[in-house]
């Protein structure tokens, strides 16, 4: 009877945030996050609120407010969901959901400004993953990515250079993985590499036609390169 609960529990809920993405995904924030908490809500009064699974409700609640640029707020229920999420030891054959409340996690500290501990939690998350995946796989290439990019926020740039090299290797037609290493050269004043990579980065862009590389993004790319050019003239 116990378990009948649970699973009605949490049936009633992913219908609830199944809606929620819906309001996602058309930008309706508000909404969403009205479809968050009821879901949590319901996850609460039918498996409890110590139950492990509420850290589903938590992470897409974090999702809204980093849409809505709340990041703090966004902060404060990844935190919960990492608590809750941890409550239950890691089984089974699919990959530990842990290492995305991570990444979250060091997203929003990312964007609050914190990039020490937004490093610490791509670190963290990096090391979960490399027990589920082979060091090739493009999750781990984003947690390299992650790590190298937060690296050259901190304009630690030699720090950065061998997590991004890591990550190129392991994915190396990914266009922003290739803008980190670019970076991460130019930050080193290895110019003519940085020029190399940042014009493969436009290639790329270019060549794949994805709706992630729009115009705007494109033309980033362009002035990265316009302007180290001008760099190396003087």
């Known amino acids: 009877m116990e378990k009948e609960k649970k699973d009605n529990g949490t049936k009633g809920a992913m219908s609830l945030h199944l809606s929620g993405d819906i ?4 930008g309706e924030y508000d909404k969403a996050l009205e479809y968050y908490q009821k879901s949590l809500a319901d996850t609460e009064e039918k498996c409890g609120k110590d139950h492990h699974i509420t850290y589903i409700d938590l992470s897409n609640i974090g999702k ?8 703090d707020k966004a902060l404060e229920y990844y935190q ?6 941890l409550k239950e030891p890691h089984k089974g054959k699919y ?16 964007n609050l400004g914190e990039n020490e ?20 796989h493009p999750m781990v290439a984003t947690s390299y990515n992650d790590i190298a990019w937060t690296y050259c926020l901190l304009g630690r740039y030699a720090e950065a250079l061998p997590w991004a090299e890591k990550c190129v290797a392991a ?19 290895r110019l003519e590499e940085a020029l190399e990579q940042f014009e493969l980065c436009l290639k790329l862009k270019i060549e794949q036609g994805s709706p992630q590389h729009t115009e705007e993004s494109i033309q ?6 316009a302007q180290l050019k001008e760099l190396m003239k003087g």
Do not use: W
């Open 23 to 26: 309001y996602i995904i058309r």
């Open 64 to 71: 809204v407010y980093v849409h809505m640029e709340k990041y």
């Open 80 to 85: 919960k969901a990492l608590v809750q999420r």
């Open 95 to 110: 990959p530990d959901p842990t290492a995305y409340i991570y990444d979250d996690i060091g997203n929003a500290y990312s």
């Open 117 to 136: 501990k937004a490093l610490e939690n791509y670190q963290k998350a990096l090391s979960i993953r490399e027990k589920d995946f082979d060091p090739n």
């Open 171 to 189: 994915c190396p037609l990914v266009p922003y993985f290739v803008d980190t290493l670019a970076t991460a050269y130019q930050g080193l004043s």
């Open 220 to 225: 980033e790319t362009e002035t990265k390169i």
